[in-house]
């Protein structure tokens, strides 16, 4: 499915996205019925209890039925279908009504607050199988300054350094993140039509932005997992793009890695740090 040119642009960028890999009209429809159950009309501002909600669907898709391009071109970049753990799906929106609406707009920089890369429910290592990559398929349209994500497009080597250099694993409350994200200089937003769906490598540092313009944005964040933890010098030189990508941020052909840490993961796929659970 990756074209050579999307193979590299995930190389040296951390993402790539598949314009139109699925129904625009029936994501819209879809996001308008589950916010409408749980009282919220896209069109009247009067119902938007919160600024931002995440609304658990009754509705479950798996992305090889309900976006194949994009599920082939996620285990591409994984390494192939084997590689993967289980079929990932779309089965919670994230909805963004109005947040920071009423604050100056914050371009995307080092100075937003919120930079992160996922995984709370899990201690990190530089192989952690535990998220094989992360999708982000855009619900509704996201404009400029709609509440699209942010993303530091130049992160993936960043966090690989910094994981290659804590063998010993870090909690996923324990990352520096500003130390972290002002390292990074290529700052981006994430907009496009309801259909389209990013790719990101599961290194790339992002966080919410604001939505001034009280237009309700819906996204799913879709977690990947590996069966197995992520090799960085395999015999047969088959790295996946992922791999790769963290080969070529540590400046190097391959990697002997070893965790000096017990791997740790919270058994029922919440945060692994009990103040973050709410």
């Known amino acids: 499915m990756l074209t050579a040119e999307q193979h590299e642009q995930f190389l040296k960028e951390g993402h790539i996205v598949i314009r139109g890999a699925f129904s625009r009209a029936d994501a819209?429809?879809?996001v308008r019925e589950e916010c409408a159950r749980m009282g919220y009309d896209l069109e009247n501002p009067?119902?938007?209890?919160?600024?931002?909600?995440?609304?658990e669907t009754r509705r479950r898709e798996t992305l090889a039925d309900y976006a194949p391009a994009a599920?082939?071109?996620?285990c591409d970049l994984m390494g192939g279908e084997e590689r993967v753990r289980y079929r990932a799906g779309i089965n919670l929106f994230?909805?963004?009504?109005?947040?920071?609406?009423?604050?100056?707009?914050?371009?995307a920089s080092a100075d937003v607050p919120g930079w992160h890369k996922d995984g709370w429910q899990f201690k990190h290592f530089l192989d952690s199988p535990d998220q094989g990559l992360l999708g982000i398929p855009l619900m509704t349209d996201v404009l400029p300054e709609g509440g699209g994500t942010f993303i530091a497009a130049d992160s993936v080597p960043v966090v690989a350094r910094y994981l290659a250099a804590h063998p010993e694993g870090v909690m996923p409350d324990g990352f520096p993140w500003k130390e972290l994200v002002s390292q990074c200089h290529d700052f981006?937003?994430?907009?496009?039509?309801?259909?389209?769906?990013?790719?990101?490598h599961p290194y790339m540092l992002h966080a919410v932005s604001q939505n001034r313009l009280r237009r309700p944005r819906a996204i799913c964040n879709v977690l990947y997992e590996?069966?197995?933890?992520?090799?960085?010098?395999r015999e047969d030189g088959n790295y996946s793009p992922v791999e790769e990508a963290i080969l070529r941020?540590?400046?190097?052909?391959?990697?002997?890695?070893?965790?000096t840490g017990a791997r740790l993961r919270s058994p029922d796929g919440g945060p692994l740090n009990p103040k973050l659970r709410k």
Request: no cysteine; glycine share 8%; hydrophobic share 40%.
């Open 188 to 200: 981006r937003e994430v907009t496009g039509e309801a259909g389209d769906f990013f790719l990101l």
């Open 249 to 259: 941020g540590l400046g190097v052909d391959h990697y002997d890695f070893r965790p």
């Open 71 to 74: 599920w082939e071109a996620s």
């Open 46 to 55: 009067e119902t938007w209890e919160k600024e931002y909600v995440r609304i």
């Open 94 to 107: 994230a909805v963004n009504f109005r947040q920071g609406a009423d604050r100056p707009y914050q371009p």
């Open 28 to 30: 819209i429809a879809w």
């Open 226 to 233: 590996l069966k197995e933890p992520m090799n960085f010098h």
